[in-house]
Structure formats: C-alpha cells, structure tokens
C-alpha cells in the first residue's frame, strides 16, 4: 500500500470504537456507536476509502477512481469483442477477497458511439445480475450522453438554478433581511 507501518495503529484506532450524534439547530441526539465503516464527514475517510481500493486498480481497462467511485473504460473497435466483462469479473473478485459488496443496481453501462447506427452495447453482468445499460450517467456531477452532448447537463443546470431562484425570491418575499439572503445565497448557489 506504500503507507509507514507506524500510521496502520493509528488509522485503526481511527476506524474503531467510535461514536457518534447528530446535532440539529439546538438539539442533539444521543450519542450511538459504529459497528463499521468510517464516520461520515471526517476528513479522512475518503483517504481511507482510497486506500482499501487501491489494488482494486489493476484490472486490464481503463478505470478511474474518485472518492467513492470506480468507473471501468473501453475503447474498441466497433466490431471487436469486448474484453468488459472479464473486467468486471475481475472487480467482483476482488471485491469478494476484500470482503466489499457491490450493489448491481447502482452500476450501470454507457455506451458512447457515433454511428448513425450503433450496435447494441454487450450484455454485461455483474455478480449474476445483468447491468442496466442508460444513454446517460452522472460521473462527478457531470451528465455524460452517450452522444456526448450537452443536452442533458445544460437542463440539470438551469433546473438546479431555477429552483435556487425561486426559493432566494420567495424567502425575500417574506421579508428575510438582506445579510440572511446573503448567506443563503453564498451558501446554497
């Protein structure tokens, strides 16, 4: 992994015994204990993430990792087999050894092709369970077509926009005060 031998204590101690709650306006809740995984919020669960898979990596595609997601990539000729799911076998092997569950409802299959006719993507499965193939997906807040268009991102955008609008004109409507609106709107848009 690359890490000193003297963090794996630490980040252990890091991981276990832990408690928390939840703090709402001026209540708090009462205080629970994990039973796994990393508290949420913490700076330093999204490393540790990264650190767990990082062997997840060698798999013979493309792949990209970023916090809590892991995308597999292949560039073909139109009519070459597709090498995807002994990659996605692979994963599923390695998740296994890792004791780490996919969820096959939460992946999905892009295909991006430029043909006025594009043959169907292959039928890909992932633990038995056949992938959903969609002509669009979201990867780090961006609505990817499978035409590579814009379409899709430019109307989540002004929709998000929309009703950010709506609601900073309906709260000065009711006569929040300037520096209020303010902070929302630094803190919302």
Not at 42 to 54: D, E, S
Not at 95 to 102: C, F, G, K, T
Not at 145 to 156: A, E, F, N, R, T
Request: glycine share 8%; charged share 20%.
């Amino acid at each position: 992994m690359g890490a000193r031998s003297s963090l794996l204590p630490w980040v252990c101690s890091f991981v276990s015994g832990r408690r928390q709650r939840v703090r709402y306006q001026h209540g708090l809740s009462h205080w629970e204990s994990l039973t796994c995984g990393v508290a949420q919020g913490t700076l330093l669960g999204p490393l540790i993430f990264l650190a767990m898979i990082n062997d997840a990596g060698t798999l013979n595609s493309d792949y990209w990792k970023y916090v809590d997601d892991l995308n597999l990539g292949e560039i073909r000729p139109v009519y070459s087999p597709s090498t995807m799911q002994n990659n996605l076998h692979e994963l599923d092997d390695w998740s296994e050894r890792n004791h780490m569950l996919l969820n096959p409802k939460k992946c999905k299959v892009l295909q991006i092709c430029f043909m006025q006719r594009p043959p169907p993507p292959p039928v890909l499965t992932l633990g038995g369970q056949a992938l959903t193939v969609v002509t669009q997906a979201r990867l780090l807040g961006l609505q990817i077509q499978s035409d590579l268009g814009w379409d899709s991102q430019v109307d989540s955008m002004v929709s998000k926009g929309s009703k950010r609008l709506f609601l900073l004109c309906r709260l000065r409507r009711a006569g929040l005060p300037t520096e209020d609106l303010t902070a929302i709107y630094c803190g919302y848009v």
